[in-house]
């Protein structure tokens, strides 16, 4: 298990997650819109039980959304209650406004390099660095990979990548998650595509027939698939694998 705690340097908590022995490399983990709740502090366990040290910055406090109220977010919207369900929209753009500040989107790469900066100084760590994200998180995921070079593979789940002059940036594999249902993202995927593949990108995008946005979260009854989500991680590991297993760093700028 794995502890909350306030790393050196920075001003927002980070859940850190340990392996047992020598790690396999270090990567940073993305929460949902809900924060960083109890599903993504399960999900560095299960990367750290590989062999990861996993850094999960908690990036959404700064904005309003504590766990706490992440939480109570993510109670309402998996309600069966209607009266609480109709609160959860109006309450989720109150909540959310602050994070759409371009002050706050800044802030946030920001703090995410500095988590890049706590791996690469991390013993047994090096070069050996990823990034693995969440709805919000996905959707950083793929900053974050533009924002720095030191990323050697980038992993989002249902995220949405930045504008075209920044994915540009993105010097590292790239493997996409999304559900077929998931309409917003699904319709916009082949202007991703054509986006990635212009800038150069390696980019591979996984669809899985017939579910939709958050398959992955196991405290979602109304959104996980067990299938999708089994063949998700497996080829998350996969990939960490294949691109964390050996020394060499990102591809220059």
Do not use: K
């Not at 949405?160 to 999304?178: G, H, K, M, N, Q």
């Not at 089994?230 to 691109?243: H, K, P, Q």
Request: aromatic share 8%.
């Amino acid at each position: 298990m794995g502890e909350r705690s306030t790393l050196d340097g920075d001003d927002f908590e980070t859940y850190v997650a340990e392996p047992a022995g020598e790690p396999r490399g270090g990567l940073v983990l993305i929460h949902e819109i809900w924060g960083l709740v109890e599903h993504i502090t399960d999900v560095a366990d299960r990367l750290a039980g590989e062999g990861y040290l996993v850094l999960a910055p908690d990036i959404l406090s700064r904005a309003g959304i504590t766990p706490q109220v992440g939480a109570e977010l993510l109670r309402l919207r998996t309600s069966t209650d209607r009266e609480e369900q109709a609160r959860l929209q109006p309450l989720m753009r109150e909540r959310m406004a602050p994070a759409q500040d371009p002050a706050y989107a800044s802030w946030a790469v920001a703090a995410l390099r500095g988590t890049v900066d706590h791996l690469a100084a991390s013993d047994g760590v090096g070069d050996r660095i990823g990034v693995l994200g969440f709805c919000f998180g996905g959707s950083y995921s793929f900053a974050l990979a533009a924002a720095d070079p030191r990323i050697r593979v980038a992993i989002p789940f249902y995220g949405s990548p930045p504008d075209e002059a920044t994915v540009a940036e993105i010097r590292c594999p790239v493997l996409a998650f999304y559900g077929d249902r998931d309409e917003r993202l699904i319709s916009g995927l082949p202007a991703v595509r054509e986006r990635l593949a212009a800038a150069g990108v390696d980019f591979t995008a996984q669809v899985y027939p017939g579910v939709g946005h958050a398959f992955f979260n196991d405290t979602n009854p109304h959104t996980y698939d067990a299938g999708a989500a089994a063949d998700a991680w497996a080829r998350t590991l996969a990939l960490l694998e294949s691109e964390l297993s050996s020394s060499g760093g990102a591809i220059a700028r």
